[in-house]
């Protein structure tokens, strides 16, 4: 009897599965297989299969049912009347596969169907210029796919500027005004002189192909989303690398990774989202500006120089000038999985909402935070180098399960609440106020090892701060820093704690504390 309940009991739930909510937002898939995206509060990983159609994934066509299209230097032929050519602008106007093969010198293909038409190029050793506007133009449709053919070499790019040519603000080389994707088994080189990569006023998928984007702006960007499944990316941008950004709706501007090879370097962020950002998998690296060694990073109670050697007393200093992030979201961001190296001028990995990370492997090296959330950041698992960084992991509140944790930080290793943090909390920097105990600021460690040098606190909690479990070796360098501080509550439940400066024994008193607020509490297994 218990058997048949629990059947009926899955029975019931299933259906409710078809939905998936993450990082604020449900997607369902509808009956034509799009998505659906709507509010909610709840945060949670999304599922592949939701992101991505059967076609989005599909690479193959029939050459015999498909239309040949040539391009021809200046000029350009076809026996289909859904394709119209006027000197080296050539026209798509129904639905249906278009292989194209061949050159144009300067000019541009143009998608303009009905709203309910689907259509798939096919790029079959394609080189096309465009020199004052994009390579190729989705005025309307329903969905395009973009389809590299297998073992094909092809070329997009634009000359250097953009001319109007109607009401739409064209300015990339591949420039869409429906849903796009983009996959294939060949590779496709972008060139932007001027203006973007890849844009799409809707979603942007890419599932497989090989790509290299040069870009004076953004590399890849997408209003609604940007989804990627798969491929190999080689992006250099003069802006962000990748950029999902929607500011009439908060729902949309998400950016979705399950896979991938990525390597990116951004005069801006590498990965940006308006909403929220997941990485399930993929290879990741990311530089940002001159990296994470162009940053002069000290505090006002050290003597810790620019990164190189020479010794500075001056504290980092914010210009106004662009983001330069490694992988960041307004919302929520959350990572499942990957490999992450990345060099970058500011935070390596920023949220203004909460940072879940369950698994992965991280060699972070920041001018800034390694790892910031203005809100809470949740780590469940996963291997940690952070090799050079102002804070190592800083949030409103810290909540590790487990993982490995090689830490050296100019500042604090771990802080909740902020305090001298530019980059979020209100900006402060060193001798600037700092964030006094809250009940939503803490530190709790369950479990995992910890090898942290700082010149700050290796651990800073301006609440509670709570050791379940684990292995702590802490080595606090700089003069009145301690490697335990605390303002609230302090309590060692199990862990192993070694520090250098017998901050383990009274991290409360340490850190302005008083022995009724959890002071005095024992190196492992205190209270």
Known sequence: MKKIAILLLLLMVIPSLSACSFAGVTVTESENGSSEESQTEAVSTAISSEMFTDRDLEIGYDEETSTQITLSGGSASSDSDAVQISGSTVTITDEGTYILSGTLNDGMIVVSAEDTDKIQLVLDNVEITSSDSAAIYVLEADKVFITTASG???????????????????????????????????????????????????????????????????????KDSVRIANGTYTITSGKDGIHAENTDDASLGFLYISGGTFTITAEGDGMSASAYLQIEGGTFTVTTGEGSASATMTTDTMDFGQRGGSQSETTTTEEDSASQKGIKADGAVTITGGSFVTDTVDDSIHAGGDILISDGQFELSSGDDAIHSDAGVTIQSGTFTISYCYEGIEGLSITIDDGTFDITSVDDGLNSAGGTDSSGFGGARPGQEQFSASSDSFITINDGNFEIVSTGDCIDSNGALTINGGTLNLTCNGNGNTALDCDGTYANNGGDVTTNDGSENNPGQMGGGTPEQGGMGRGRGGF
């Open 152 to 222: 094909s070499e092809n070329s997009l790019a634009n000359g250097g500027e953009y001319v109007a040519i109607d009401d739409n603000n064209i300015d990339a080389v591949i420039f869409s005004k429906s849903d796009l994707t983009l996959n294939g088994a060949g590779t496709l080189t972008i060139n932007a002189a001027a203006g973007h990569g890849v844009v799409s006023k809707d979603d942007l998928v890419l599932t497989s192909g090989a790509y290299t984007i040069t870009a004076a702006s953004q590399g890849l960007s997408g």
